[in-house]
């Protein structure tokens, strides 16, 4: 299994820069896409504040949420996090040479919680912190 961050996931379902690098690594994936309800809720704060920035509009960023669901729905397999993964988020989040912000903390948590063998994201200093911890991460490129 492999944990998608929702940086990848906003780039598949919102064209930027990156879709064409986030479109290509899923439709090249091994294994089974996983994503969490934390990715959810992130996903759906990120498509509400672009709403509120004007960057979409509110019936377009109403029909990427329902488009996000329905994928998820029939692609994605969702991981519900449980009491240990805010627990070894909280562990790892004490490792202050790890510079992790919270709700990435949880994220690899929750992956590696449920024994994901990589975690994939456009976010180089969560990968960085990800290595310091051992965790099997594969950062896309971004150029």
Same mark, same amino acid.
């Given at each position: 299994?492999? #944990?998608?961050?929702?940086? =990848? ?10 879709? +064409?690098?986030? !479109?290509?690594? #899923?439709?090249?994936?091994?294994? &089974? ?6 990715? =959810?809720? *992130?996903?759906? !704060?990120?498509?509400? @504040? ?8 509110? &019936? ?16 994605? $397999?969702?991981? !519900?996090?449980?009491? *240990? $993964?805010? @627990? ?8 202050? *040479? ?8 949880? $994220?690899?948590?929750? +992956?590696?919680? $449920?024994?994901? *063998?990589?975690? =994939?994201?456009?976010?180089? &200093?969560?990968? !960085? ?6 965790? &099997? ?7």
């Amino acid at each position: 299994m492999i #944990y998608a961050d929702t940086n =990848v996931l906003l780039s598949m379902f919102c064209p930027d820069s990156l879709s +064409a690098v986030a !479109a290509k690594w #899923y439709a090249n994936s091994s294994g &089974p896409v996983c994503i969490s309800a934390w990715t =959810v809720i *992130e996903f759906r !704060a990120n498509i509400g @504040l672009r709403v509120r920035k004007g960057l979409l509009s509110r &019936p377009i960023g109403l029909a990427v949420m329902k488009q996000f669901d329905a994928a998820a729905m029939a692609n994605l $397999h969702l991981l !519900a996090p449980a009491q *240990e $993964h805010f @627990l070894q988020a909280g562990e790892w989040l004490a490792k202050t *040479e790890c510079a992790l912000r919270a709700g990435d903390a949880l $994220h690899l948590a929750i +992956a590696f919680g $449920h024994r994901c *063998e990589q975690f =994939v994201s456009f976010d180089q &200093p969560l990968g !960085a912190a990800a290595k310091k911890l051992g965790l &099997p991460f594969l950062t896309l490129k971004t150029r």
